[in-house]
Structures are given as C-alpha cells and as structure tokens.
C-alpha cells in the first residue's frame, strides 16, 4: 500500500549525553556546539551500545512500481499534505505506465526534471571523476556549465533551448571572447548532455547543432617551431646563463640632467658576450663553491628540459611528471615511459631518446642527483615562463616574429613534429610519436613548413619533355 513516512536514523550517542526519563521512554538530553539543549529518543544499536534516533525532515513515499517493484523516493516536502500530492503524482505516473499511455523511460525523464542543474552538474562531476579526468578538466568544466547556465537563466533540465545559448555566444563573439574558449564553452555543453541523454534524464540533446566557432579565422595565439640554429642558441645560453648573470660587468648610461653625474647598470647578456660572463661569474663567485654549484645545477636542469622537450615532444606537465623510475637507458632501445596518470589523452606511452641525447641524459642524472636518489623523485623541473623568456632574448631569439608567430615553452612540442615533417619521418610514424589521437593534428598545427620545403618538394617532381618519345601524330601543339 502506497504510503508517506519520515525515515528515521541512528547516530551514536554525544559523549556528554545524559539519559532521562520521558512518557515510560529513554531520552538522551545534551547541549550542540552553540550550547543549545538538544533532546532525541535512544535505542539499542547492532552493536548492543546507546544510539539517538533521529527523523528526517522531509517525507519519503513508499509505493509499488509498475514493474512490481517497491520504491522509496523523497518527497522532499515537510508537510504532509504536500507530500501526499507528491505521493499522488507518482501514483499517477505509474498507472500511465501500466496503461501504456507512458513508458518507463519517459517516466524516469519526468522524475529527473524535478532536480536542479546544480544538482545534475554535481553528478556529472562525479562521472567525470569515475571516468579518470583530472581535477583541472572536472574544475573547467563545472566553471563553464556554472557561468554558462547563469547567463542563461537555466535552472532546470526542461529550460535547456538552443536559442539562449546561441544568443549568449555571440554576446561572447562580440566582447571579443576567441573562438577556442567559446568552442570550450560549447564542448562542455554537449558533454554534459550526452551524458544526460545517457543517464536516462534527457530525451535528446538540444545543442547538437550548436555551430563550432571557426578557431583558424580567430586564432589569438600562433606558435612557431625554432630552427636548429635557434634550438643550439637557445639550449647553449639556458645551461650558461644562471651563473652568467653574476657575471656581467657594470656599464655607465647617460648623465642625467637631474643629478648631474653619470649612472652605472648591468650589462645586457647576449649569445656573444656569455661565456665570458660566464667565466666571470665563476671567479666572482670563487668563494662561494655552493652557491656556484647551485647556479650550475640550474643551468644543466633548464638545458637538459628544453632538449628533452624538443627531441620527445613532451608537454610541459608530462616532462615534469617523469621519475626515475620511468627513465630506461640500459635496454636495446632507451626510453622515457609517460604513465598514464600523467598523459593529456590519458593513454601511456614509451617514448623513445635520440642515441646523442642518451648520454647526456645519464650525465645530467648522475651529477644533479644523489647516488642513491629514490625512484619517485622527479627528473627535472621546467623553467619558469620568466626564465625561458630571458634565455630568449640572451639567445637574439624574437619572442614575437613579424607575422605574430611566438615562441613559448610549448613551441619546443612544436619544434619537434617540424623536425620529424623535415626528416621525412612518414606521418603516421610522426603522428605515433607525437601522441595525437588524429593525424590532422600533428599535419595542420605542429608541422610548420616553409616555403623552402614546399618548393624542394615542387624541384623533385619529374621533369615533362616536350615531344612525346613515340610517334604519335601531334598537330597544332605550343608550349
């Protein structure tokens, strides 16, 4: 029989709990954390220990389903005539059921339109979570769904429509938002209603034709690969650099009309003056052999990240994410394992060292760890963004070129599918080692070639001759 209750639960007894007497019942009395007096009936747990019973705020209903099952399902009323309303509609939903008029599905659909988005959001976070997405994926997501669905003024699942949010992206579009954080915005979207379509709480997903934002018309950022002439400069001044800084000697500038004399600033480091800054630094800093060593070990970990990153194609939080438990130098084939933790794609990967770069690897660990280093300690550290750009400007490298390309650390991922398009590595081998789940991705964005290898390419084409070397009968030809 179809009814309405309040679940009751037990909870142990507060330790300053006393027992009194009440109406031939045992009741704990006892004052909250705001020293209120707080008074609730006691039982005997499974334990055989005091317990406070304590009812639930809301009514739960109990009915039998149309399937035959009994289910309990909160009302979320506190008064009870709300509550057997509830009751009523769910009575009624399930005779709809039986008769055909509604199925089961549909059904479950109507039960979910009662919740909040906040409340579906929340679950959809934790599918994400069981899924294996990261943290900062779970937190993007739920800004965007969060902002996006306030702007909106969306409250419930029934008020998902295309049109707000069609409005609302060209609101964006207009303010000058780029088109890859409104494709963000929009992947999130239709992440979130898959899922619900899935789960049973959406019929249909309303924004499958949302329009995508077209990023290459819009592109705020344009990455382009060093050369190797670049990649040496830049490699040669991060190794030198730290202790070249304490090397550099004092230059006079112009008096200035205030004070009448001459004043006195460092000299700018560049790719030709370093190394004599460099030995400088050293004979400056002789009687400080510690702090030397410190600047040494800074220079080779910020040398040894911009090679490993340019001959593996490592993302920056991979690079970092690398132990020494997952550098393999000893087999047939040296390699650096990204676990799977670590990958963007979520997938793991061997990733395999050029023969040169072997050993300097195995010297790097052998004079910037201990002898016994723990297995978990990180290889390296990545350069702060400060520090790579003044290893730029040391090195005459312009952060920002005259087409508006720029060069930042993810230029080095750049720098490596550049060089494996210029060595003639076949494009499913480069799309392997790159670790792209599509090949356009590493064809269109991370193989930068110039005009000289497209029209290296055009010279090998074969030559046409001008008369055919059979006879044929040709008339009226002119080339």
Not at 23 to 50: F, H, P, S, V, Y
Not at 181 to 191: C, F, H, K, P, T
Request: glycine residues 6%.
């Amino acid at each position: 029989m179809a009814t309405i209750f309040k679940k009751t639960y037990t909870h142990p007894l507060p330790a300053e709990a006393e027992i009194i007497q009440r109406r031939g019942k045992q009741i704990a009395r006892w004052k909250d954390g705001r020293g209120n007096t707080q008074m609730e009936e006691t039982t005997i747990g499974r334990d055989g220990k005091l317990r406070i019973v304590q009812k639930s705020p809301v009514y739960t209903a109990r009915f039998r389903a149309a399937d035959g099952v009994v289910k309990f399902i909160t009302t979320g009323c506190r008064e009870k005539q709300a509550a057997e309303k509830v009751l009523a509609d769910l009575l009624g939903r399930e005779e709809k059921i039986k008769s055909g008029i509604l199925s089961s599905d549909e059904s479950q659909i109507a039960m979910f339109t009662k919740r909040t988005l906040k409340e579906h959001v929340k679950d959809f976070l934790h599918h994400l979570e069981a899924k294996g997405c990261t943290e900062k994926h779970r937190r993007e997501r739920n800004r965007y769904l969060r902002t996006l669905f306030s702007a909106c003024g969306f409250q419930k699942l029934t008020q998902l429509k295309h049109g707000p949010v069609e409005k609302w992206m060209l609101q964006q579009q207009t303010r000058g938002v780029s088109a890859r954080v409104r494709n963000a915005y929009r992947a999130s979207l239709l992440g979130f209603c898959n899922w619900a379509v899935r789960d049973g709480r959406l019929k249909s997903n309303p924004f499958v034709k949302l329009v995508v934002a077209n990023e290459k018309t819009d592109e705020r950022r344009q990455r382009r690969p060093l050369s190797v002439d670049e990649l040496e400069r830049l490699i040669y001044v991060a190794r030198l650099r730290p202790l070249a800084e304490y090397g550099r000697k004092s230059v006079p500038v112009l008096a200035k009309k205030k004070h009448g004399h001459a004043t006195w600033k460092k000299k700018v480091l560049t790719i030709a003056n370093i190394d004599a800054a460099y030995q400088r630094g050293k004979q400056l800093l002789a009687d400080r052999p510690d702090f030397i060593d410190e600047l040494e070990q800074r220079g080779r970990r910020n040398c040894m990240f911009c090679m490993l990153a340019a001959y593996t194609g490592l993302r920056k939080s991979e690079l970092t994410s690398i132990t020494l438990a997952d550098v393999h130098l000893d087999g047939p084939v040296a390699y650096l394992e990204l676990r799977a933790k670590n990958a963007k794609a979520r997938r793991g990967a061997k990733i395999p060292l050029k023969e040169n770069l072997v050993a300097k690897l195995r010297k790097y660990i052998e004079t910037s760890h201990t002898p016994f280093p723990s297995a978990k300690k990180k290889l390296l550290a990545a350069p702060t963004l400060k520090t790579f750009n003044l290893d730029l400007a040391t090195a005459g490298i312009a952060k920002v070129d005259d087409q508006g390309r720029s060069v930042d650390i993810h230029s080095l991922r750049h720098t490596f599918g550049t060089m494996l398009a210029r060595a003639g590595v076949a494009p499913r081998t480069a799309q392997e080692l790159m670790r792209h789940s599509k090949i356009d991705l590493t064809m269109n964005i991370y193989t930068h070639l110039e005009l000289i290898d497209t029209a290296g390419a055009v010279q090998n084409l074969p030559d046409l001759q001008l008369m055919p070397k059979k006879n044929y009968k040709i008339t009226n030809v002119g080339i």
